[in-house]
């Protein structure tokens, strides 16, 4: 699992194109009748949004983190609780983990949100499709808002955790160097 989250990491295009035919299927399995082709097409055009805004966040991880390799670097370290040892390595972890932790301010009323979204659309769809169309989107919010909320929690905690041992590891050193220290 590690060489495919690396692989990932490295390259994001893999996993806009993932997510597309993914979604394409989904749509297919769930809706049958238009071609594919016209699905996989309005799938990439829809997407587009959700693309560049996952560029931009990207880009800024990236100036962070310094270059795509140590974003994944950092990314892998914050993911086991490795807390970086070199200097430099730490500040850009300081400076990832901020970032991340300002964006996911809101996380709660957005899953709140996502939650009243997906369970509105499966009403409507049982409302006005048939069975089948019900069924897979209800087991669709069932598990996408159980996993979004899962690992919500989980990504928060790990952000937390590392938030926490960047300082306390920062207020250990400058307490090591005590002011008689630093004057002799």
Known sequence: ?????????????????????????????????????????????ISVGGIAAVLVARRKEKRAAGSTDSLVVLDRKLRKGDVPTDPAERDAMRA??????????????????????????????AATGGQRQTIGVALL?????????????????RLRAMDAALRSEGAAQRSDCSPAQVQA
């Open 1 to 45: 699992m590690e060489r495919v989250n690396t692989l990932l990491g490295k390259h994001v295009w893999l996993q806009f194109v993932l997510s597309v035919l993914v979604g394409s299927a989904l749509i297919v399995l769930l809706f049958p009748g238009p071609s594919v082709l016209s699905v996989v097409i309005r799938t990439t055009v």
């Open 141 to 157: 919010t069932v598990v996408f808002v159980g996993w979004g909320i899962s690992n919500s929690s989980l990504q928060q905690h």
């Open 96 to 125: 990832l983990v901020a970032q991340r932790l300002h964006r996911t301010r809101h996380r709660v009323p957005a899953l709140v949100l996502l939650t009243v979204l997906f369970c509105s659309v499966t009403l409507l769809t």
